[in-house]
């Protein structure tokens, strides 16, 4: 499915260059106010929030967006969660129901939130979750991974995207191949 079937509101072209920056300590301090406010706002309705994506990761050097994993009863029930989030500086994004019922809410600097920020939102249980997570440790585990993983992100940067899920699409390639590997080494990584 094409990005634009799947965005909430317009799709609009990316109009900056895609920025990597070296790893930056603070990510998981800040990654923590961000899981924090989480609880204070949904309470039990959070099943489960990590931090994952390159900021998740010691010395992996990243666009400066904190990236988070987040559970809750049913994904698909947006009125349980969107308009809580919504009140501290999320917007929805991005809605995936053929895709684990996937959804992106995103909180923008730009647009006066406190960070910017990436949520994912799954169905608890989602396995997507735990394939997440166990790229996110074999990065941390593997330090040759981790840098070459970065490598090819800094190659990507430099080109030119129409929108910024375009970049992120085209980590895919490298990510599978890391992926492999882990399995390959007796890790459980969900399909």
């Not at 072209?13 to 961000?34: C, F, G, H, N, T």
């Not at 970049?167 to 399909?191: F, L, M, N, S």
Request: glycine content about 4%.
């Amino acid at each position: 499915m094409a990005f634009e079937d799947v965005v909430v509101g317009e799709a609009r072209p990316y109009a900056d260059k895609v920025v990597i920056e070296e790893y930056d300590p603070s990510w998981p301090d800040r990654y923590r106010a961000l899981a924090d406010q989480l609880h204070a706002v949904l309470g039990d309705t959070l099943r489960l929030v990590a931090h994952k994506g390159s900021t998740s990761v010691p010395g992996l050097a990243a666009k400066p967006i904190i990236d988070l994993v987040a559970a809750v009863t049913d994904s698909a029930a947006e009125p349980s969660y969107v308009p809580a989030l919504e009140a501290v500086g999320y917007r929805l994004r991005v809605r995936e129901p053929d895709w684990y019922q996937h959804r992106m809410l995103r909180k923008r600097i730009v647009d006066g939130a406190d960070e910017n920020a990436h949520l994912h939102v799954y169905t608890e249980g989602c396995p997507e979750i735990a394939k997440n997570l166990a790229f996110r440790d074999w990065l941390r585990a593997h330090p040759e991974d981790r840098d070459r993983y970065a490598e090819v992100k800094r190659e990507l940067a430099k080109r030119e995207w129409r929108y910024v899920q375009d970049y992120a699409e085209a980590k895919t390639e490298i990510i599978e191949d890391i992926i492999a590997k882990a399995r390959a080494a007796g890790v459980e990584v969900p399909a």
